[in-house]
């Protein structure tokens, strides 16, 4: 018999009193019908199949309750009694009970899957363990398909399986598990939800990007199983088609063994339990798609189940339980530590490696935080392999363990090619700089493993492996790299090596893969994991598990383990340390804060090597670190570096070529240290030339930090914190074809102006000028309707005002096709303002004014800022005007602006929350809104993406009156890779669960 929903209905109403509309949700078996109701409060009625056993509503129901009065926190329905306090009724031959609904969506087609979700459900998994571990009912011992104790069932139908290599990957699978099954049935049995599948979680993301499990479903296969069975099911889902999953296990195990903490047997069973699972949840597919072939929701994990299990089928389980237990903070191996322990007691007595006492061997630093070695973090030329540090009369220099470092720039270093891929940085072994030729000599007895000649360009050259064994019969390795191949002839596999013995010699750049002569001494407890690989440098990500598979060799060389291992920055410390001497709104950006050690064009690095896409920083205009920026300051330090009340060819050179890009009313330069400051000298410019004090100013706008700047700065004095506008300041509207009232009509947005002047002179006061940011940024990145500028210019004129184009954010060739912003809008300010971009981040800024003005200017009071113009800042500043001309950077913002545009462009058609794309060159604002017909502000989207790029390693900004604008604006040397990237990565952010349910 079928049932219609008002009917269903109906029973809601009669039973529960409640009403609302129902919509179906999927299921496997029974009916599950969310109610929305008029309150907005939702349920999720549970209509059982028919012959469904009372028992297992009973079971359910009783768990719920139990899971309320526990562990009240736990994000699991609760269950709703009927009006007469029923746990569930029997209607139209079913069984009905109602639940609460939970906010998120499911697990499976949430995103992203990042690590901190897998990390959550982890600790939601053992929190729901805990609940449970005191609840007890007859049926959690039924008999159950689903329930790992009873998994021999998928075996015996195993022929099921039609193609053979799928059926021999199961069959070893479930045989792996039979193996194993007497030590799972000997722990401890518990009650466990026996089902958190990516269908049965819920996920929720906060504007922040934060991500977290917010339900709990599905009860129906709760069962009494040893706890190790639960996080084996959850693991076997939150793999599927992640591109690394033991990385992924190891996020979902920290999670659970932080609540509740696993035992190293329970460990050994995960792997191969999550191998299980997976088996027996394909072979029920096939046998459920045989029964019911048009149910797509028997089969929707099988995909990607057989994926994962062909993906793994090699993977050594005995490696993972190790991996897995180094997540958790145990020792890798028993083993492992008690050759760390003998290591460490026997050190002092070792054989030197180099033949000569390193004690007091200095140590040198190629950290990525402490060197800017290669200058081309992408690119280490042969001249830099062949000296990456400097000889000194030492015959032996250290370089050190643990140490992440750019030097490895060969494709073999990055996990992808593209230039946000990950990349091995951090150094595995020490580092023993001596002249090539040098004897190497064998610690301590060993015999040969491995003998290797790597001969690719910065490979490791010559390599050897030498087993070695405590005296309790422990095994360890030792491998020792940039060797000379032909001193390796003499070697073969099985030779025995005395303590003592010198068995090969350091290679030059010639032999050893282009390197500086060297030694790489590196200690191995396990060869299993390296093997054939030889990693000698591993991605951060991958540092937990390799520092515990190769610690540190200190023990080798006779030398304190400190001596020779990198200190990585105490980022908690810094912070802290920040907090505790700087203001609190001295603000960081991003909820998870940058730790930035080195820039390279527009790429910028942290302390461990991790790149980073810089789509935001406009100040460093011609690419961080820019290697001819670099050479001129030394070059000027070195030289003299003093002020203006001294004459110098320096300032009048620099003028020279700043003079040159602008139209020639604009003729006198004053030389100051910021944008800040030199918009507080264009308000004095201003006054002084009017004899007036009143200004006007853009809504939204900024000028920069002082107090006078903050005075004509809306964005600033509108603030609920601030004192508000002053008296002596008028605001007019922005002139924002997107968002504003008269769309594209500049002379619309310039008739505001009327109308400050009139308030102006209602007070009896003149005025003095109008600043605006050409292209209001702040304001959200507009572009302002063609003819705006010239219609308020004239109007200002008129009224005895002058006119300041603050052009910090779009001068200097951003713009692509202009110089200036000015002249898109064909006009010629009086004062232009410049900041820190001209200095490419060295403190410098520029007013540039006409003759009269500055003359006017002159009036018997000394104008000097102590280094506006120093000689340094000129000689930096001229340079910058050069390499934007010689580098054709101005032609690379037009070029790549409008690719970047157009690509935004197509993410608009596919996003609904993009409301405009708009921009010029390399200023470009992308506006968020969650309705297009209403423009409706879209301000938590706008952060949450700004969050979720900043983890993918790309940085933006937002701006704009509600925040709701992206705001791109990186150095001119953003190239087709990076726009490439920076759109990709956007796309996947834009289609995030988060970002899709913000659109209305």
């Known amino acids: 018999m079928e049932y219609t929903r008002m009917s269903w209905s109906d029973l809601l109403a009669h039973h529960y009193h409640i009403h609302g509309t129902l919509t179906p949700l999927p299921g496997e078996y029974d009916l599950n019908l969310l109610v929305a109701t008029d309150?907005?409060?939702?349920?999720?009625?549970?209509?059982?199949?028919?012959?469904?056993?009372?028992?297992?509503?009973?079971?359910?129901?009783?768990?719920?309750?139990?899971?309320?009065?526990?562990?009240?926190?736990?994000?699991?329905?609760?269950?709703?009694?009927?009006?007469?306090?029923?746990?569930?009724?029997?209607?139209?031959?079913?069984?009905?009970?109602?639940?609460?609904?939970?906010?998120?969506?499911?697990?499976?087609?949430?995103?992203?899957?990042?690590?901190?979700?897998?990390?959550?459900?982890?600790?939601?998994?053992?929190?729901?363990?805990?609940?449970?571990?005191?609840?007890?009912?007859?049926?959690?011992?039924?008999?159950?398909?689903?329930?790992?104790?009873?998994?021999e069932w998928a075996l015996d139908q195993i022929a099921v399986i039609a193609d053979p290599d799928r059926r021999r990957l199961a069959a070893a699978a479930l045989h792996a598990y039979v193996g194993l099954k007497s030590t799972l049935c000997s722990l401890p049995h518990t009650a466990i939800h026996n089902d958190l599948n990516d269908y049965n979680l819920l996920v929720s993301a906060s504007p922040k990007g934060v991500v977290s499990i917010s339900g709990i479903l599905?009860?129906?296969?709760?069962?009494?199983?040893?706890?190790?069975?639960?996080?084996?099911?959850?693991?076997?889902?939150?793999?599927?088609?992640?591109?690394?999953?033991?990385?992924?296990?190891?996020?979902?195990?920290?999670?659970?063994?932080?609540?509740?903490?696993?035992?190293?047997?329970?460990?050994?069973?995960?792997?191969?339990?999550?191998?299980?699972?997976?088996?027996?949840?394909?072979?029920?597919?096939?046998?459920?798609?045989?029964?019911?072939?048009?149910?797509?929701?028997?089969?929707?994990?099988?995909?990607?189940?057989?994926?994962?299990?062909?993906?793994?089928?090699?993977?050594?389980?005995?490696?993972?339980?190790?991996?897995?237990r180094v997540s958790c903070g145990m020792p890798f191996s028993p083993a492992a530590t008690r050759v760390q322990s003998w290591l460490a007691a026997a050190r002092g007595h070792f054989a030197s490696v180099l033949g000569c006492d390193l004690t007091n061997a200095p140590v040198v630093s190629l950290a990525v935080a402490e060197q800017p070695l290669p200058q081309d973090p992408f690119a280490l030329t042969a001249a830099e392999a062949r000296r990456l540090c400097e000889p000194t009369p030492a015959t032996v220099q250290i370089g050190r363990y643990a140490e992440p470092r750019l030097i490895y720039t060969e494709p073999?270093?990055?996990?992808?090619?593209?230039?946000?891929?990950?990349?091995?940085?951090?150094?595995?072994?020490?580092?023993?700089?001596?002249?090539?030729?040098?004897?190497?000599?064998?610690?301590?007895?060993?015999?040969?493993?491995?003998?290797?000649?790597?001969?690719?360009?910065?490979?490791?050259?010559?390599?050897?492996?030498?087993?070695?064994?405590?005296?309790?019969?422990?095994?360890?390795?030792?491998?020792?790299?940039?060797?000379?191949?032909?001193?390796?002839?003499?070697?073969?596999?099985?030779?025995?090596?005395?303590?003592?013995?010198?068995?090969?010699a350091l290679g030059d750049a010639a032999t050893n893969g282009g390197w500086q002569s060297h030694l790489h001494?590196?200690?191995?407890?396990?060869?299993?994991?390296?093997?054939?690989?030889?990693?000698?440098?591993?991605?951060?990500?991958?540092?937990?598990?390799?520092?515990?598979?190769?610690?540190?060799?200190?023990?080798?060389?006779?030398?304190?383990?400190?001596?020779?291992?990198?200190?990585?920055?105490?980022?908690?410390?810094?912070?802290?340390?920040?907090?505790?001497?700087?203001?609190?709104?001295?603000?960081?950006?991003?909820t998870m804060p940058c730790t930035l050690v080195r820039g390279w064009r527009h790429y910028l690095f942290d302390d461990w090597g991790n790149t980073y896409l810089d789509a935001y920083n406009n100040v460093p205009h011609v690419g961080h670190a820019h290697p001819r920026i670099q050479v001129v300051a030394a070059h000027q330090l070195r030289m003299i570096n003093t002020n203006t009340r001294y004459l110098h060819p320096a300032p009048i050179a620099f003028a020279h070529e700043l003079l040159a890009k602008l139209p020639p009313p604009l003729s006198v330069c004053f030389l100051v240290n910021s944008g800040s400051e030199a918009n507080?000298?264009?308000?004095?410019?201003?006054?002084?030339?009017?004899?007036?004090?009143?200004?006007?100013?853009?809504?939204?706008?900024?000028?920069?930090?002082?107090?006078?700047?903050?005075?004509?700065?809306?964005?600033?004095?509108?603030?609920?914190?601030?004192?508000?506008?002053?008296?002596?300041?008028?605001?007019?509207?922005?002139?924002?074809?997107?968002?504003?009232?008269?769309?594209?009509?500049?002379?619309r947005y310039a008739a505001e102006v009327d109308q400050a002047i009139e308030r102006i002179a209602a007070r009896g006061r003149r005025l003095a000028g109008f600043i605006a940011e050409t292209f209001p940024s702040v304001a959200g990145q507009i572009i302002p309707p063609p003819g705006y500028l010239a219609a308020v210019y004239r109007r200002v004129r008129a009224a005895g005002g002058v006119c300041i184009a603050d052009e910090v954010q779009t001068g200097l060739g951003r713009l692509g096709t202009h110089y200036w912003a000015f002249t898109t809008q064909d006009v010629i300010p009086d004062i232009v303002v410049l900041g820190k971009p001209l200095g490419n981040g060295h403190p410098i800024g520029a007013v540039i004014t006409t003759a009269e003005i500055a003359h006017a200017f002159d009036n018997g009071i000394e104008f000097f800022s102590t280094f506006g113009g120093s000689t340094l800042s000129c000689a930096v500043g001229r340079e910058v005007l050069r390499i934007i001309d010689e580098e054709a950077l101005m032609a690379n913002a037009a070029h790549i602006g409008n690719d970047l545009l157009a690509g935004l462009r197509e993410l608009q058609q596919c996003h609904p929350i993009i409301g405009d794309v708009r921009g010029m060159g390399l200023f470009i604002g992308v506006e968020l809104v969650s309705n297009r017909t209403t423009c409706a502000p879209a301000t938590a989207a706008a952060s949450y993406i700004k969050e979720r790029l900043r983890a993918e390693r790309i940085l933006i900004g937002t701006e704009g009156p509600y925040d709701n604008v992206l705001k791109i604006r990186p150095p001119l040397t953003f190239d087709r890779a990076a726009r490439t990237v920076l759109l990709e990565r956007l796309d996947t952010v834009l289609a995030e669960s988060f970002i899709t349910r913000v659109v209305e």
């Open 39 to 151: 309150n907005e409060t939702q349920y999720v009625l549970k209509v059982m199949r028919p012959d469904c056993d009372p028992a297992l509503v009973e079971l359910q129901c009783a768990a719920l309750e139990h899971i309320a009065t526990v562990a009240p926190d736990l994000p699991v329905p609760r269950l709703v009694r009927t009006h007469t306090g029923a746990a569930y009724v029997a209607a139209n031959d079913r069984l009905i009970w109602l639940i609460t609904a939970l906010p998120g969506e499911v697990y499976a087609t949430f995103r992203p899957h990042i690590a901190a979700l897998r990390t959550d459900l982890g600790r939601r998994a053992a929190q729901l363990d805990q609940a449970l571990m005191t609840f007890t009912h007859p049926a959690l011992n039924r008999p159950l398909k689903w329930n790992l104790l009873q998994a």
């Open 218 to 324: 599905d009860f129906g296969d709760l069962c009494s199983a040893p706890r190790i069975c639960e996080l084996a099911i959850a693991a076997a889902y939150a793999l599927l088609d992640q591109p690394y999953p033991l990385r992924c296990l190891s996020d979902l195990v920290k999670g659970y063994h932080a609540v509740w903490p696993l035992t190293t047997t329970e460990l050994n069973l995960l792997w191969p339990l999550l191998r299980a699972r997976l088996t027996v949840s394909v072979v029920n597919s096939v046998l459920m798609q045989q029964q019911r072939p048009d149910d797509p929701y028997i089969t929707i994990s099988e995909a990607p189940a057989w994926r994962l299990l062909a993906a793994t089928a090699t993977t050594d389980p005995e490696l993972v339980a190790a991996r897995l």
């Open 412 to 504: 073999a270093f990055f996990a992808a090619n593209h230039p946000l891929a990950e990349r091995r940085t951090v150094h595995l072994g020490v580092d023993l700089f001596a002249p090539s030729g040098t004897p190497v000599y064998a610690p301590l007895h060993g015999m040969v493993v491995a003998v290797e000649r790597f001969i690719a360009p910065l490979d490791v050259g010559g390599m050897v492996v030498l087993e070695h064994q405590t005296p309790n019969g422990d095994h360890f390795y030792t491998l020792y790299g940039h060797l000379d191949p032909n001193s390796l002839d003499h070697l073969h596999i099985g030779d025995a090596i005395a303590a003592g013995q010198p068995f090969a």
């Open 521 to 590: 001494l590196q200690l191995i407890l396990d060869l299993r994991a390296p093997e054939g690989r030889w990693p000698g440098v591993v991605a951060p990500d991958e540092w937990e598990w390799w520092q515990t598979l190769c610690p540190n060799p200190a023990p080798l060389l006779n030398l304190a383990d400190e001596q020779v291992s990198y200190q990585p920055i105490d980022t908690t410390g810094l912070l802290q340390e920040r907090r505790r001497h700087f203001a609190g709104n001295l603000r960081l950006s991003y």
């Open 680 to 747: 507080e000298l264009a308000l004095r410019l201003a006054r002084t030339f009017t004899g007036a004090r009143d200004m006007i100013t853009i809504d939204h706008s900024y000028h920069g930090h002082t107090t006078g700047a903050i005075n004509i700065s809306a964005y600033k004095f509108n603030h609920p914190a601030s004192s508000g506008k002053p008296d002596w300041v008028e605001v007019v509207m922005a002139p924002d074809p997107y968002r504003g009232p008269y769309g594209a009509d500049g002379e």
